[in-house]
């Protein structure tokens, strides 16, 4: 019993260590730093209305796929993120929607980020109309409690 409780707790420091370990670097920039104010002053043209949100996560768990690396509900636990290094984000961290413009991460959805998994989605998966969309759903998570 005793040696099953401390297997317990052992499992649960280690997922616990490692969902740290996927958002400790949430103060580093994906944008190239030369571009970084100008990208940083993109406004998303979309209103955060509820039909936004909708049509973002209908998008996110279908057509752009997202969901398959960050999962269904954005906690960066889809199918594929055990393989993956870095882990992907899990969007329902509101710091990390604190630290960046809806510029910097639609420059994300766009362009990817080099030496990881996340590849650029506009042009080859989706509009840029549909990533903003897809972004208003990502903030919506990072406001749920």
């Keep these: 019993m005793i040696l099953r409780r401390f297997s317990w707790v052992i499992l649960v420091l280690a997922v616990s260590s490692l969902a740290?370990?996927?958002e400790a670097d949430l103060a580093k920039t994906r944008v190239p730093m030369e571009r970084l104010k100008e990208i940083k002053a993109l406004k998303n043209p979309f209103k955060p209305s509820s039909e936004n949100?909708?049509?973002g996560k209908e998008l996110y768990q279908t057509k752009a796929t997202c969901y398959?690396?960050?999962g269904k509900e954005g906690r960066g636990d889809g199918l594929a993120a055990p393989g993956l290094d870095p882990s992907p984000r899990n969007f329902?961290?509101?710091?990390?929607h604190a630290m960046r413009t809806d510029g910097e991460l639609f420059w994300v959805i766009k362009k990817g980020i080099p030496g990881t998994a996340m590849m650029p989605m506009v042009g080859s998966?989706?509009?840029e109309e549909e990533?903003?969309?897809v972004l208003l759903y990502e903030r919506s998570l990072g406001m749920r409690k």
């Design 53 to 55: 949100i909708a049509k």
């Design 68 to 70: 398959t690396c960050h």
């Design 92 to 96: 329902t961290n509101a710091g990390f």
């Design 131 to 133: 990533a903003w969309l």
């Design 125 to 127: 998966v989706i509009s």
């Design 20 to 22: 740290f370990a996927a």
